[in-house]
């Protein structure tokens, strides 16, 4: 069987993923990548976050000094994980990603892995659109320890004004390039979470939170580990 060929995007991902870069600056050499090889696709990419920045997507969502949300959503393996199932262990990082298929998401993922235990006894946990077969998936190519959630149709992130519908354009730019984001996700919609973090006293009160409509674009690292430093 004939080998397919990697793109120059998984190939800069690869080239990255364990390097000693830091996480934005992995991310610029696969947003360079993606950019050089696919130049219309980062140009819509661009547009459709300059949209999303100008309607304030994501303003509304929780804020500094205000509690986290409850939730109850379904781990990797099925099992219901509720917010104060996760404080109860202590403060928390709960970080949104799209899923198994973004390169994006797989280094932040892959970041978050490398200090997970640096974090203690802070935990994280991450929260998907897409089902336990695909979150599983995620856990294993980042090497994370730490729980990824499902939530299904983007519920828990639309209530949180941090979830967002493609446009037909993007869909069809992601379709071409062979991620079936209804399918991994179990539903038919073209809705995804805006990459987010929000850091998250035991009390359950939010400290610090990083929200952008870029995605390829996430909270820094050594940001992260200043803020839970401030909560432990």
């Given at each position: 069987?004939?080998?397919?060929?990697i793109?120059p995007?998984?190939?800069?991902?690869?080239?990255?993923?364990?390097?000693?870069?830091?996480?934005?600056?992995?991310?610029?050499?696969v947003?360079?990548?993606?950019?050089t090889?696919?130049?219309?696709?980062?140009?819509?990419?661009?547009q459709f976050a300059?949209?999303?920045?100008?309607v304030?997507?994501?303003?509304h969502?929780?804020?500094?000094?205000?509690?986290?949300p409850?939730?109850?959503?379904?781990?990797?393996?099925?099992?219901?994980?509720?917010?104060?199932?996760?404080?109860?262990?202590?403060?928390?990082?709960?970080?949104?990603?799209?899923?198994?298929?973004?390169?994006?998401?797989?280094?932040?993922?892959?970041?978050?892995?490398?200090?997970?235990?640096?974090?203690k006894?802070?935990?994280?946990?991450?929260?998907?659109?897409?089902?336990?077969?695909?979150?599983?998936m995620?856990r294993?190519?980042?090497?994370?320890?730490?729980?990824?959630?499902?939530?299904?149709?983007?519920?828990?992130?639309?209530?949180?004004?941090?979830a967002?519908?493609?446009?037909?354009?993007l869909?069809?730019?992601?379709?071409?390039?062979?991620?079936d984001?209804?399918?991994?996700?179990?539903?038919?919609?073209?809705?995804?979470?805006?990459?987010?973090?929000f850091?998250?006293?035991?009390?359950?009160?939010?400290?610090?939170?990083?929200i952008?409509?870029?995605?390829?674009?996430?909270?820094?690292?050594?940001?992260?580990?200043?803020?839970?430093?401030?909560?432990?």
């Amino acid at each position: 069987m004939t080998q397919q060929p990697i793109s120059p995007i998984e190939a800069a991902f690869l080239e990255v993923r364990s390097s000693d870069l830091s996480l934005k600056e992995r991310l610029r050499v696969v947003a360079d990548a993606a950019r050089t090889h696919k130049p219309w696709y980062a140009e819509a990419i661009d547009q459709f976050a300059a949209r999303l920045r100008q309607v304030q997507v994501g303003s509304h969502a929780p804020k500094v000094g205000e509690k986290m949300p409850p939730f109850v959503l379904p781990d990797h393996e099925g099992q219901l994980v509720s917010l104060d199932d996760i404080l109860a262990k202590g403060p928390a990082v709960i970080a949104f990603h799209r899923g198994h298929w973004c390169p994006f998401c797989r280094l932040s993922m892959m970041a978050l892995a490398e200090i997970e235990q640096q974090l203690k006894p802070a935990q994280i946990v991450a929260i998907s659109t897409e089902t336990q077969r695909y979150t599983r998936m995620l856990r294993e190519q980042t090497g994370a320890m730490f729980p990824v959630l499902t939530d299904m149709d983007g519920a828990y992130a639309l209530s949180l004004s941090i979830a967002v519908v493609l446009d037909d354009k993007l869909s069809s730019m992601i379709s071409e390039a062979g991620w079936d984001v209804p399918l991994y996700q179990g539903g038919k919609e073209w809705l995804l979470p805006i990459p987010a973090a929000f850091v998250v006293r035991q009390d359950g009160t939010i400290t610090a939170r990083h929200i952008d409509p870029d995605y390829r674009q996430r909270m820094e690292i050594d940001e992260l580990l200043r803020c839970v430093d401030e909560v432990l």
